[in-house]
């Protein structure tokens, strides 16, 4: 079993806030809101250093970011 990211979890929870891409590219540090879209649709994972402020920002638990999923 490995763990991913629940990307779903993440796009609505920032949809929730009512943080744009942007937004949430400048709050992560990034340099352009195009870097964060990738990671919030898979496209790129988010960094180790990323994802507890990730957790903060959208006020949920490190451990919800992400699902268990079965490797094939």
Same mark, same amino acid.
Do not use: C, H, W
């Given at each position: 079993? /490995?763990? !991913?990211? *629940? #990307?779903?979890?993440? =796009?609505?929870? =920032?949809? *929730? ?9 400048? #709050? ?10 990738? =990671? $919030?649709?898979? !496209?790129?994972q988010f960094? !180790? /250093? $990323? ?5 903060? #920002?959208? $006020? +949920?638990? +490190? $451990?919800?970011?992400? +699902?268990?999923? #079965? =490797?094939?």
């Amino acid at each position: 079993m /490995t763990y !991913a990211f *629940d #990307l779903s979890l993440i =796009r609505k929870k =920032r949809l *929730d806030k009512g943080y744009s891409m942007e937004k949430m590219s400048k #709050l992560l540090g990034l340099e352009n809101k195009s870097m964060y879209y990738k =990671r $919030e649709i898979g !496209a790129t994972q988010f960094k !180790a /250093t $990323e994802i507890p402020l990730l957790a903060s #920002l959208l $006020e +949920v638990s +490190v $451990e919800k970011i992400f +699902v268990k999923t #079965l =490797r094939k």
